[in-house]
């Protein structure tokens, strides 16, 4: 049947090629034609030997609990994340090469059911032999191992020739039954069907269904018929040959015939039934009795092993002989177009969409049918819709209009990069350096010569926009230039698109594109350096609420209103969701589908579509030092485990464009990669935490993974070492500052007896020095005063006697002398202190100072003078005697001040004076400061002084015991 088809279809190519001998450009005309016509099918790719798989003999396809797509061949088994493929082969750890079936059992192990019947699985990212594997190779020597499942108790069900039956944990066979020659067997195991069978199937007499046997008689002819197993809306079913039945309690009936011989029965996510044949494509069914059209030409006379619909939607359809194809969407249409000539440009409205290409032919595309309309001069350069709904199509030399009818008019006879209509029914157009306007009928209402020329343009509702290779120019309805941002001036503008009243899209060629605001000019930018997931921007349409982009990466969908506001977020649609090719020139709104064109042909998506779900995060291994370790054994490693890889797969079979990014810790700035691996080397000490995300769009970020771990500073740096260290240091100290200040201690002791026998001594000797002063005082008066107050007297009345006339002289001097030994008895032992107190002294000591020097002396008081202790004022007198000494000998001062402050528990002496002042290195032992400090040490208390060309200030503090009030 299909060398008749192909004898047919060759013959009638022949026909054609005859009728159209001589006839070059109506041939090509038709043959674009023909293309068009007989070029629909389904979107797919297409897997084989090329794009990594072992072998182009599919037996089978699963799809396991994480996500990963298998594929079972003659030459190993190869898992799929959409991305990169992992073979595994016997050299990996599988029993056999050649693997017919998939089984995943409750825990997610995913079973090999190869030919030799020996069967291995997969866990770990590892493939493990089953440890009793040659016990069910014995099993199935004189056979095949038929049928395979894994229970919830690890139980191995099998069934193979002769025998059907279980091997358990331990390894021990246990045979439920034992099928006969021309036996047919069932059994339900946990809700799944396995069988037996033994002999040919037009010789099987009799069928086994879960213990219960009947006579059953099959007409089919080969004696090597595959039987495929199916549970469907509550019933079970099987094939042999072309037919399908259904098994009951005790019968079979035959509820469908095929078109040919059966080798796959399986079930999509609507509950469809599909049918793979044997050299004779695979049929979808929504019941016995209704069948759906599936256009999926390229599955003709292959051999259809498994039909799979992935948790994204797409179907996966395994053959014998030419690999596996992927359909991503059955409600996409592909046009794929093979002409020399590119689409120029396809335009739609109401029920007429016309494609246009570089050569001006003219096609009609209605309900997925495309009929030749017209040839026009030369080449295309832009065309549009008027107000109107006619088709205005510009070549190099002409403009032309066609009308509802599709009757063409030519309306000028010059052509024009550029024309657009605005929304008063005038046509505005570009052409080199010119901006021409024309009313509805094409005549001229004025052209403007400008600058630069610019092949593009595009009409709002404000503006008139023309652009190109060489940036943006704006003008105005009155022909007056508008300012934009300067920016826009060496930007590649690809497109631009009205998204409302007064604002635009600005797109592209490098740069990713603009939302511009007309108003005010300010603008935002999505590209490939952020926000956004690509740099060229083709093409926009809009769709109801929805803006359609053609990028470099695809196609992306996002709502106007999002956009807007700044918030968009994006869907995509890329070569793997469907579309032929993922530049998408241009995008065209038709009904209720988008066209998305590419060079070599066009994608017809649905204008609802909507991705199906993110991509399914999977993090396959952590190593350390190259060593697998499970995550939670790596929160605390050693300071020599600080080689780190981290492995992880994004498992996705429609969205290509994944970005990661990740970082080690919160302060730190993220890194970005497209691997699948992160490489940490040579860690050091300290605490991490491992975050990874990913986007689709590179603007909305979804955390696929976070964890801590620390590693420990080496030995030398371990706390425990550190604080063992610290300890015995600070040990160390504590002994050696103990052991200071035990010595500091003993020595305060004996600074402090040492000053007690200073003090001691010092105070003996002051009073031994009063009690000196005191008693030469004492002498003075007692004795020599006396005597020379007598001979003062005795004198005086010899000379008055004799009338010596020196007599007055001699008087005065004698007065004079006892004076002196009266003012030397006053130094000695101050008079007074006792009776009138210290400040009444002071005073009267100054007073006799200051009588016969030019110094001026002023006593102040403060407080209360209760002092009692006559040792206390003794030494303040002897203090300010001392100080005004040195002022009257060193300081050449004018003015002396003295404060005695008296408190309750202090006596506070401030002394200060306008001298020259002194340096306190510079006092010799022999001067007066070293008796001041004497004497304030023996009362306990305390000096302070200052010195500078301000003069010098003492300030002393004698503290007052409770005896000395």
Request: hydrophobic share 35%.
């Amino acid at each position: 049947m299909q060398k008749k088809y192909i004898r047919y279809y060759l013959s009638r190519v022949i026909i054609r090629m005859q009728f159209f001998a001589g006839r070059p450009v109506l041939l090509i005309w038709l043959s674009f034609f023909c293309r068009l016509g007989f070029s629909q099918t389904v979107p797919y790719l297409h897997f084989s030997i090329a794009e990594g798989l072992p072998s182009s003999e599919v037996y089978n396809v699963h799809q396991d609990r994480t996500g990963f797509i298998w594929f079972a061949t003659d030459n190993g088994v190869l898992r799929y994340d959409g991305k990169s493929m992992d073979l595994y082969q016997t050299k990996e750890g599988l029993a056999d090469p050649v693997v017919f079936e998939f089984v995943e059992d409750a825990k997610g192990r995913v079973w090999f059911r190869s030919m030799s019947g020996k069967i291995s699985y997969f866990e770990g990212e590892k493939v493990h032999p089953y440890p009793f594997s040659d016990t069910l190779s014995k099993l199935v020597s004189a056979s095949f191992l038929q049928s395979l499942y894994i229970d919830s108790t690890d139980r191995v069900w099998f069934g193979t020739g002769p025998h059907q039956g279980y091997i358990d944990s331990s390894g021990k066979i246990q045979t439920e039954d034992t099928i006969k020659a021309n036996h047919l067997s069932f059994r339900n195991v946990e809700s799944h069907l396995i069988y037996s069978r033994v002999g040919p199937i037009n010789r099987i007499k009799l069928c086994k269904i879960n213990g219960a046997t009947f006579n059953v008689k099959f007409h089919e002819s080969s004696e090597r018929t595959q039987i495929c197993l199916l549970q469907w809306r509550n019933k079970e079913y099987f094939s042999i040959g072309s037919c399908i039945y259904q098994l009951n309690k005790n019968s079979i009936t035959k509820v469908f015939q095929g078109l040919s011989h059966i080798i796959s029965l399986n079930l999509d996510h609507e509950d469809n039934l599909w049918i793979g044949y044997l050299l004779n494509t695979v049929e979808c069914y929504s019941s016995f009795e209704h069948k759906k059209n599936l256009n999926i030409p390229f599955m003709r006379s292959k051999s259809v092993t498994k039909v799979l619909q992935d948790i994204q939607g797409g179907y996966w359809m395994s053959t014998l002989q030419d690999g596996v194809y992927y359909v991503p969407e059955l409600s996409f249409f592909a046009q794929y177009l093979s002409t020399s000539s590119k689409i120029k440009t396809v335009l739609s409205k109401n029920d007429r969409t016309f494609i246009i290409d570089e050569r001006c032919r003219i096609f009609l595309l209605r309900n997925a049918s495309t009929r030749f309309l017209k040839k026009l001069d030369n080449l295309a350069l832009t065309a549009f819709f008027d107000m109107t709904d006619n088709l205005w199509v510009s070549t190099d030399k002409a403009i032309y209009k066609f009308d509802s009818s599709n009757s063409e008019k030519k309306i000028r006879g010059e052509g024009f990069t550029g024309l657009r209509p605005d929304s008063q029914g005038f046509i505005w157009g570009t052409s080199g350096r010119q901006l021409w306007k024309f009313d509805p009928e094409g005549k001229i209402v004025f052209v403007t010569n400008l600058n630069k020329s610019s092949p593009l343009l595009t009409v709002t509702t404000k503006y008139i926009y023309r652009f190109g290779r060489i940036g943006l120019e704006v003008f105005d309805y009155k022909k007056d230039v508008v300012a934009v941002p300067k920016l826009f001036q060496g930007l590649r503008i690809s497109t631009i698109v009205s998204l409302g009243e007064s604002t635009v899209l600005v797109g592209t060629i490098g740069s990713g594109f603009f939302v511009l605001n007309e108003q005010n000019w300010e603008y935002k930018q999505y590209s490939s350096e952020g926000k956004f997931n690509a740099s060229h921007l083709y093409s926009a349409c809009i769709a109801g609420s929805n803006l359609w982009l053609g990028t470099e990466k695809g196609i992306a969908i996002t709502q106007i209103e999002s956009l807007l506001t700044g918030t968009p977020k994006f869907e995509f649609i890329t070569k793997r969701n469907g579309i032929i090719n993922d530049r998408v020139n241009q995008l065209v709104h038709a009904g209720n589908r988008i066209l998305a064109i590419s060079e070599n042909g066009f994608t017809s998506i649905p204008e609802t579509y909507h991705s199906q779900g993110l991509p399914h995060f999977y993090l396959q291994n952590v190593l350390v030092n190259n060593q697998n370790r499970d995550e939670s054994t790596i929160k605390n490693l050693s300071y020599f485990e600080n080689n780190i890889e981290i492995n992880f797969k994004f498992i996705d079979f429609k969205n290509q464009n994944i970005f990661a990014r990740s970082r080690l810790s919160p302060k730190d700035s993220w890194n970005y990669s497209e691997d699948r691996k992160e490489n940490f080397y040579a860690l050091g000490s300290g605490k991490y935490f491992y975050e990874l995300e990913y986007s689709l769009d590179n603007f909305h970020w979804i955390k696929a993974v976070s964890f801590g771990f620390s590693v420990s500073p080496p030995w030398w740096k371990s706390w425990y070492l550190q604080a063992s260290i610290f300890v015995s240091l600070m040990l160390l100290f504590f002994l050696y500052f103990k052991r200071r200040e035990s010595l500091l201690r003993e020595r305060q002791e004996y600074l402090k007896i040492i000053n007690e026998q200073q003090t001691k001594l010092i105070n003996a000797e002051l009073e031994t020095l009063e009690r000196e002063r005191s008693r030469i005082a004492k002498d003075l008066h007692d004795s020599i005063g006396t005597n020379l107050t007598a001979v003062k007297m005795t004198v005086r009345s010899l000379l008055k006697k004799y009338m010596e006339p020196k007599a007055d002289y001699v008087e005065t001097e004698l007065q004079n002398t006892i004076q002196e030994v009266k003012d030397i008895i006053y130094e000695l032992v101050p008079s007074g202190l006792t009776r009138y107190g210290l400040t009444e002294v002071i005073q009267n000591h100054v007073q006799k100072i200051t009588e016969n020097l030019g110094l001026e002396i002023e006593v102040h008081s403060f407080g209360s003078e209760i002092i009692k202790d006559p040792k206390v004022n003794l030494v303040a007198f002897r203090i300010i005697q001392e100080l005004l000494s040195n002022s009257l000998k060193h300081s050449q001062s004018k003015k002396v001040t003295i404060h005695l402050n008296f408190f309750d528990d202090l006596l506070n002496i401030l002394y200060q004076d306008d001298g020259i002042g002194f340096r306190a290195e510079s006092i010799s032992n022999g001067s007066g400061l070293l008796n001041i400090q004497s004497r304030i040490q023996t009362v306990q208390g305390n000096l302070k002084f200052e010195s500078g060309d301000f003069g010098v200030s003492y300030n002393i503090d004698i503290p007052l015991k409770r005896a000395d009030l």
